[in-house]
T-cell receptor
Framework: QKEVEQNSGPLSVPEGAIASLNCTYS??????FFWYRQYSGKSPELIMSIYSNGDKEDGRFTAQLNKASQYVSLLIRDSQPSDSATYLCAVRFSGGGNKLTFGTGTQLKVEL | DGGITQSPKYLFRKEGQNVTLSCEQNLNHDAMYWYRQDPGQGLRLIYYSQIVNDFQKGDIAEGYSVSREKKESFPLTVTSAQKNPTAFYLC?????????????FGQGTRLTVV
């Protein structure tokens, strides 16, 4: 069973701080990695995708991928209360066709 | 506007009743998916389809059925064989896995057994 693991949290950070969210996955051959944000009662919204080792930046968000260690992380700089949500890590495993496997999500709380 | 439309937003089902959840996309995406989310849980894959007239079981397909007769439509039927159907159901679609593997979600259908 190919798995995606996340710490469920909650992760609490003060407003303006950097939030660091982590995700590990079981299949070394995986190629595609995604971070989704889900507000309570709403559907997931894609915020970042990453396919190569290293960092990918988009505004206040940075995704980091380390295939050798099989982890992917999401950094949120200058955290805002509106960033309070559950962040889901998703992986497209090798040999898995076109489907995504999701972690259980990390709840982030940004406090004033 | 392009997007994925799920209906209804809320659905109530009586014990022993089949219900069908609608999912339509106008993004011209090849692949479509159904996920189930229980409170405080991640998303679990029910069924997915990569092309018209073809679909595969996901991790929790028992008690569910799907069809893919048109590229833009992927309805999910929750049958009476699904013993615990109360959940948040999410439909998603994605384009070619090689070029644009990102998946985008509809707004979800919240199903409750009464």
């Amino acid at each position: 069973q190919k798995e995606v693991e996340q710490n469920s949290g909650p992760l609490s950070v003060p407003e303006g701080a950097i939030a660091s969210l982590n995700c590990t996955y079981s299949d070394r051959g995986s190629q595609s990695f995604f971070w989704y944000r889900q507000y309570s009662g709403k559907s997931p919204e894609l915020i970042m995708s990453i396919y190569s080792n290293g960092d990918k930046e988009d505004g206040r968000f940075t995704a980091q991928l380390n295939k050798a260690s099989q982890y992917v992380s999401l950094l949120i700089r200058d955290s805002q209360p509106s960033d309070s949500a559950t962040y889901l890590c998703a992986v497209r495993f090798s040999g898995g066709g076109n489907k995504l496997t999701f972690g259980t999500g990390t709840q982030l709380k940004v406090e004033l | 506007d392009g997007g994925i439309t799920q209906s209804p937003k809320y659905l109530f089902r009586k014990e022993g009743q089949n219900v069908t959840l609608s999912c339509e996309q106008n993004l011209n995406h090849d692949a479509m998916y159904w996920y189930r989310q229980d409170p405080g849980q991640g998303l679990r894959l029910i069924y997915y389809s990569q092309i018209v007239n073809d679909f595969q079981k996901g991790d929790i397909a028992e008690g569910y059925s799907v069809s893919r007769e048109k590229k833009e439509s992927f309805p999910l039927t929750v049958t009476s064989a699904q013993k615990n159907p109360t959940a948040f159901y999410l439909c998603a679609s994605s384009d070619s896995p090689r070029d644009r593997p990102e998946a985008f979600f509809g707004q979800g259908t919240r199903l409750t057994v009464v």
